[in-house]
Structure formats: C-alpha cells, structure tokens
C-alpha cells in the first residue's frame, strides 16, 4: 500500500482543488498545454539546471503517468519508475502568492530555475494548490523561468503534473493531449530489417484452397486519418503505409494511433486484365476492425470484425485496365469490440493497439460457378475424409464435384458426385499426430453436368480422430487416433516488436513454431489471436497440435476462477450476436486444419457471458474437436475440460464432484522472467515475469526445471496437459523463452527437449 501523505521542506499551503473555484487566470501560466522535454533515464547532476544540454531528450505534453490513475489527466504515457522533466515558462511579474499546482504519484521533486523549491512524498489522488515559501518565492523572476521534476514510482498508478500558478488567480486546467504515437521501440527483428514494399508477405495466403492465378496487393498504399465523421474519400492523402502491417506498427511507416473519433482511410491503384465470364473478389486476410471497401468510386462491401478472413465480390464495379481501390476503417478500441489483448493503454499483460488492415490483401478471379470453400472431416478409425464443397454463383443441382487424392504424387483415390458432402474412403490410411504428421492433397474439380470442367483448386487434409478416454485411475485423458498423449505446449501469443500483431514475414512465423517443435513441445495454445491462415498450415506439416482461442473483448464479469457458482457479465444482444458472429468466422475459415483441437471460447473471464449457451453451441457446431469452455476460469459444467492457471508454479485445485466429468488440464503456468538487456521493449519501465525476477540466469533455469517437475507430478494424478507461459517475451513481459525480438534463446531447443522428456516418455502415441 502506498502511503497518503504530503511532505514537503518548503511548502506552507496545500488546497484539494475540489474546493476551489477556477476564474481565467491572471498572472503566471494561461495553462495552455504545456510541452516538457522529458527522459527515463537518471541524467547527469546538473540536469535541473536551466543550461543543461537536453536536446537528446525526448518531448511531450504533461501530464504524464498511466490513465488508470485516479485523477489524471494524462496526454504522455509514462510507466516506468522514474522521469525527469524539464521546461521553460514565463512570468510577466512575480506574483505575491506563487503556487504549485501540482498532482503528483509518487515522490517528486521540484527545482525552479535550479533551485530546489519542494519535496512530494507519496501520493495524491487529485490536483492540489501548493503556495511556495518567502525561499522558494526568491527562485521566481520576472520574464522566462525554469522549472525542472523527478518523480518517482514503485507500484500502482502513477502520474505527474506541475504548474506554476498565482494562487488568488487560480486557472483551470487544460484538456490532456490525444496521444498519437505509441511506444517508438528500438527493437527489431532480423527479418523485420529486411522489409519492403517489394517483398512483404508475397506468399500465396491461403493453402488450404489453391488457385494459380492471384494477385498480390500487399506494398505500399496511400493513407489518411480523418474525422470518423468523413464519409468522403479524401482528396490529399496524409502519406504511404506498407500493407499488410498495422498503422501503429513500425513496419507500417505510420507509427500513429488510431482514436476511436476517427477513420483510416486507403488507397491503390489496382490493374484488372479481364472482367468476362469471371467474377472478381477482393479478399481480405483481416482488417481491424469495422471497414467499407470502394472500387472505382462503387461501394462494394464492408465487413466488420478485426481477426478473420472475407471476401467482397467487386465484380459489378470492375474493369479492364486500371481500378481504384479504397477502403475505410474504423477502430474503437476498448469497447464492445473483440480485440484480445490491445489496450488504449498498455501495461502489464496489455499490448499496443492494431488497426486497420493487418494481413495479406489480395485479388482473385473466379468462374461465375466457383468453389468458395472445403469443409473436411476425418474419421482416423475407418479412414473416412467426408468432404463437403461450398459452391458460389450455382444452386448445385447440376453440378458435379471429383474429388482426386494423391499420397506423395501419386494418385490413390478418385471419386465424383453430386451429393452435398462426399465420403471418401482411403484405403490403408496413413494417420496424422505430431511424430508423424502424414498429410494427403486433394485437387477438388467442379464440372458442369455435362463433364466441362468448371473451377479447380487444391487442398490437402490429414486423417485424425480426436477424442478423450477415462484411464485406469479413473482420470479423462485426451486422445489423438485412439491413443492417449500429453499435451505439452506453450501460451504463444504472436505479438512481433515490429509489425505487432502481423509477424515481420512468412519466415519469421515459421521460426517461432520450428523452434517449439525442436523444444519438444507438441501443443500450442494460440492466446486470442487469430493467426494468418498460413501459420496452421505449418502446424498441419510439422504436427503441432493447436489450442485455438477465441478473441476477447467486451464487459467481464468478477474472475472466479474455478470456484462454484461463478456468474456471466451481462451483454447487450446486438454485442452477443456480433460476438457470435466473429466466433463463427473464425471456427469456418479454420474448422479443416487437422492440426486445431480444442476450441476455447473464454479466458480468465474476459468477456465471459452466457457461457453454457456459447459452450453448448460449439459442441454442437463442431463435434470433431474438444471445448475447454473457460481456460483459467470461471468454470461453468459444459463442454470436455476444467482449465486452472497458476503462476508462477503449476497447481491444480482438485474437487472431485466438480472434476469427475471433464478432462483436468493446467492451463497456464510459468511465465518465469528473465531480462536481456539489450533486448527488451522498453528498458525503462518496470519489465516483470511472475515471481519477480531471478538474480542470473542459473536461478531462472532452476525455476524452469522445478515448474517442469511439478507439472511431471500433477500428470500423475491426472492432469492431461500443460500450457506454459510463453514463447516469447511481449513488450513489458519478459517472461518468454526466446527475447521479443527473436534474437536471443533464453534455452536452447535442444536443452528444453530433454528437460521435457519426462513428462512425454509415457504418454504420446504410439
């Protein structure tokens, strides 16, 4: 707790401005906003004086802290322990009863033109009238002033703003500045270094339905910020953004924040060789978060929902030769929206905010009848792949679907029909999991009823059967194929210091997931994030089995964990619809990776409401895979798993009447930190890991090895899998096993795959 008190060597007045009134001022400051230079790092002994050299420093408005201070007003962000702050202001004359006007959270102190006027200990809740002494009045001149503040923090809010004010004028405070620049990190990734508009995300993005022909939109657009309230494509644009990477992002260009009164807008050129017979889609991999998408000055869709893939049939609107594309965003972030983890201000376990476009955007031309999508199951018992195809532009009464499969090149299978789904049955068939993730292509022909083939794309599946069993002790247990594994994996969250929620590049991405493979890791918890489709497509070829959350956002009810009894926060049924929406998008762009598990509605409560209705109907819409309905709580009796979190150790708190019917799983755990100095997001603020920091890096593999043979005993009593936090480090958290900025593995692969073995010598398949 910190304490409430004010000290001060040189103050004779302290008034709550809650009881004053606030005429315009008189004497001193208009209190227009004022600009500070400002450092977080300790400077040399002279830096309160008015000569000192702060031209390295960097500059902003005050105040500065964190918004969930009471009483702030803050326009700079500041969350680290210390800042020093200095700026010039002037005096017509020296008022008779000078003042501080000053909150302060915590310690502070004040120097006005090199001279120390006042000491601040602890913190205030509110902005205060501090009248200066006859000592510290002689620091005042007429004409220009100094005034230099450290302030310094150790935990809870914080905040700092001084003024110097004539304490019978006293003036009223200016509105806080719209911070529009998020935090500007050193940090970048090798393949970040690499990035142009020429080679950003070239790669075809979605393999699990090829067509040869595309066109790739991703490079340099043209962007502009303009009030939420323009509906009107802006005739001078603000400068380029590289797409796909977020406005915020370093890799964008931009670096701005987006606020919730405003709309980002974009524009490129885009050249269409043909428009007969064909229809023409524009298809986004995702878009944060609301967006309206124009071709040649037509209207042709919107979408709303930040983390999944959509097309928009622009073929009304396009022609030959060169096309205009614009599109508008509108991002309120904090509100109803899903967002998972982005925050107006980041702290802790909250990151930076992402808007606009943010993956792959890109071009395709289709037959007028065309394969939209595959929905595929597998069945590993009978070696059944039920196929059903999703055909746009034909009812599909005449239509005819072949179906042929190839094992290494070579064709095994070939089967046609007209039903809505077909069963195709592989003889002999070679089974997908992680020590041997066997993956069949499929090339799917739509054809008229007189055999003229139609549209063509190629896909693939792996045949696998997930499940749960009851072992001999009488604990569930999860299955893959009829055997029992461990599922072992990490809280992987795919935040990158350059491009945010997009990763640098296509190989960047893969890198995280080789090394976890190489880790002995089998599972990966994906934490409220929706991935590009290409990233599951690597866990389908390297058989990483995913733990695939849905994205959070909205009103939370009180955490309660696992306890019983818990409640639902209450949602509005316009916000459960569109969180049902987005749900589904997200379950039918990813439903036919055979490498996704378990679906995860909930964690930790956040947004967490009518959780049987959610829990029943994602049973129901996807039967193939297991439901954890609430990782880490609250614990509602639907779906297949009881999930507990407990840092920084793993422990599970047993009930068996509550336990009897679910699979036990440790949810997350871990989350050891270790700093690498030179690679950390922001040196200066408070960087953490759960259970405060290791005094080396002896005592942070210690940790390790102990949360491993804790986890080791609680599988023995019936804990069917373990998620440990995290890959990598994420801004302030610093508790990855590789540095945010994919430079330095804390634990080489290697190591982590023999430390691991215990808790996987027994109970993998087969």
Known sequence: MKPRRIHSKNLLIAITLSAICFPSIGLGETLELAKWKYNFRKPRNRWMQPDFDDSRWMEGFGGFGTRETPGQRVSTSWNGNDIWMRRSFTLPEVPARPALLVHHDEDAEVFINGKKVADLDGYITEYQVVELDDAAKKALKAGENFLAVHCHQTGGGQYIDVHVIDADNVPELPEPARETKPFQTELITSWGVEVTPENAWTEYPRPALVRDEWQNLNGNWNYAI???????????????????????????????????????????????????????????????????????????????????????????????????????????????????????????????QVSGIWQTVWVEQVPKAYIADLKIRTDAETGTVSLKPVIEGSSGDSNQIEVIVRDGGTEILRESGTAETLELTIPDAKLWSPSSPHLYDLIVNLKSQDGTLLDSVESYTGVRTVGKIRDADGHWRLTLNGEVIFHWGTLDQGWWPDGLLTPPSDEAMLFDIEYLRDAGFNMIRKHIKVEPRRYYTYCDQMGMLVWQDQVSGGQNPPWTRLEPEPNDAEWPEEQHEQFMVEFEEMVSALESHPSIVVWTPFNEAWGQHRTVEVGEWIAERDPTRTINIASGGNFWPVGDIVDAHAYPHPSFPFEPDRDANFVMVMGEFGGHGYPIREHLWDASRRNWGYGGLPENKEEYRARYLESIRLLTEL??????????????????????????????????????????????????EE
Do not use: M
Request: proline share 5%; glycine share 8%.
């Open 226 to 352: 303009t009030p939420k309230s323009q509906r009107k494509a802006p005739e001078k644009w603000d400068g380029e953004i590289l797409v796909p990477f977020p406005l915020e992002s370093k890799l964008s260009g931009v670096q701005r924040l987006l606020a919730s009164d405003e709309a980002l807008w974009y524009q490129r050129s885009v050249t269409i060789e043909k428009t007969e017979d064909v229809r023409t889609l524009l298809n986004f991999e995702a878009v944060d978060y609301h967006c309206e998408v124009w071709l040649n000055g037509t209207h042709v869709g919107e979408h709303t929902g930040g983390n999944v893939p959509f097309s928009i049939d622009a073929t009304d609107a396009a022609k030959v030769g060169k096309n205009v594309l614009v599109v508008r965003v509108e991002d309120a972030t904090e509100e109803w929206q899903l967002r998972g983890k982005q925050v107006l201000n980041p702290r802790g376990i909250w990151y930076t």
């Open 715 to 764: 599988k023995e009593q019936g804990i069917a899998a373990g998620v440990y936090t995290q890959t990598t480090d994420v801004e302030g958290e610093i508790n990855g096993l590789i540095t945010y900025d994919r430079k330095v593995i804390k634990i080489p692969a290697q190591e982590l795959k023999k430390i691991h073995e215990p808790l996987l010598d027994d109970a993998s």
